[in-house]
């Protein structure tokens, strides 16, 4: 992969530190993991056992062992060391799944040798100008007609309206999930979730093809093509 003096550093520590036991320890408590609904979410998004895939942020590793009963080969991307090594604990050794120290920016696939990229709650590490960065490098990495699927928190309220909708959102964090009011004021304050519009435009001006878009509250979703 070409790099310059100038590349981001997608492996530095944004929010919070996935490194630490604690957190790992606790991430699929928190962010409500659920193995029947990552093999319900696979379904839907027409994973098949030809295929090949590849989940950015992979975390503990419970949709890649899911994927990895479905199709040919998974790759279980993340930047903690920490969180890929109960991912491979999670996974038995299968032979069909492996993983990669890497982000957005650094993750290494041949060009279009992907069906099917999944991200979820991992691309609020990267400043805007970087979430283009990765979109256009996940493109490269589809094959024709691949699918990328994104989810994270991302806004689709008026400016006026932002603060609010933060406030609210952090106490619906700390009285629905394990996270503490100061978790979710760091979110907000230091790591860089934007505008479910901002996500269109760049996935759109990456040449991607918008199949879907859901909006849950802050949460939205993304599936997006490229073009066969």
């Known amino acids: 992969m070409q790099t310059y003096d100038w590349w981001y550093d997608d492996g530095r520590q944004v929010g919070l530190d996935f490194?630490?036991?604690?957190?790992?320890?606790?991430?699929?408590?928190?962010?409500?993991?659920?193995?029947?609904?990552?093999?319900?979410?696979?379904?839907?998004?027409?994973?098949?056992p030809d295929m090949t895939m590849a989940d950015i942020g992979c975390g503990t590793g419970i949709l890649v062992r899911e994927a990895a009963a479905m199709c040919r080969a998974v790759v279980g991307i993340d930047v903690s060391a920490?969180?890929?090594?109960?991912?491979?604990?999670?996974?038995?050794?299968?032979?069909?799944?492996s993983f990669q120290r890497?982000?957005?920016?650094?993750?290494?696939?041949?060009?279009?040798?992907?069906?099917?990229?999944t991200a979820k709650n991992a691309l609020h590490h990267l400043p805007d100008f970087w979430k283009a960065m990765a979109f256009a490098r996940m493109y490269a990495a589809l094959k024709p007609g691949g699918r990328l699927y994104v989810r994270?928190?991302?806004?689709?309220?008026?400016?006026?309206?932002?603060?609010?909708?933060?406030?609210?959102?952090?106490?619906?964090?700390?009285?629905?999930?394990?996270?503490?009011?100061?978790?979710?004021?760091?979110?907000?304050?230091?790591?860089?979730?934007?505008?479910?519009?901002a996500i269109e435009r760049m996935l759109t001006d990456c040449g991607f093809r918008i199949v879907e878009h859901v909006q849950d509250g802050v949460y939205g979703t993304f599936l997006a093509q490229r073009p066969s």
């Open 19 to 48: 490194e630490d036991e604690t957190q790992v320890a606790t991430y699929d408590a928190r962010q409500g993991g659920s193995a029947e609904r990552d093999r319900q979410l696979l379904g839907h998004l027409g994973l098949k």
């Open 82 to 97: 920490a969180m890929l090594a109960a991912a491979k604990e999670r996974a038995g050794g299968l032979g069909n799944l």
């Open 102 to 117: 890497a982000g957005f920016l650094s993750f290494e696939a041949d060009e279009q040798s992907l069906d099917l990229i």
């Open 152 to 197: 994270d928190v991302m806004f689709d309220v008026a400016p006026q309206a932002l603060a609010q909708t933060a406030e609210d959102w952090i106490i619906w964090l700390t009285q629905n999930t394990g996270y503490s009011r100061a978790e979710g004021a760091a979110h907000i304050r230091e790591e860089y979730s934007t505008f479910a519009w």
